[in-house]
């Protein structure tokens, strides 16, 4: 497998609270948000857009447009013609970095710089 050598890695976050978990659709929390990664010590920030397409900002500014998926268990990117995926089965969460590795055996750090709240569901009101 071909890899993508601008810093994709691995990272599954834990979901505090058990209703989250059970309203969790792969990609909400992050669709619209950036996710700082970093790889052998080289830190690139990728933007997930809602509609599936990504950009890679590289330490020296260059963005490299990219498309991602979150199904089947994983989170993957595909740029430049290859795809990396990583482990991906509970949302990220903001400020809570996580190290793991990726389909194409390097070890990255990810840290969700902000996330979508999942949706809340209210308590009934009282009539009267």
């Known amino acids: 497998m071909k890899s993508i050598h601008i810093a994709l890695g691995a990272g599954l976050l834990i979901v ?4 989250a ?3 969790w659709s792969p990609g909400s929390e992050i669709a619209g948000q950036s996710v700082q990664v970093e790889t052998n010590g080289v830190v690139n ?11 890679i ?4 500014g260059r963005a490299v447009p990219a ?4 199904t089947g268990g994983q989170l993957c990117l595909n740029a430049a013609g290859a795809q990396e995926c990583v482990p991906y089965a509970q949302s990220f969460q903001a400020g809570q970095p996580i190290s ?8 990255s750090r990810w840290l969700a710089n ?3 709240q999942a949706p809340q569901s209210r308590p009934a009101g009282e009539r009267g």
């Open 100 to 107: 793991a590795a990726s389909s194409c055996g390097t070890t």
């Open 45 to 55: 920030t990728v933007n997930f857009n809602a509609d599936g397409t990504a950009s």
């Open 67 to 70: 498309t991602w998926s979150a």
């Open 21 to 23: 978990a059970q309203s």
């Open 57 to 60: 900002l590289t330490p020296s």
């Open 16 to 19: 505090s609270s058990g209703a």
């Open 114 to 116: 902000s996330v979508n």
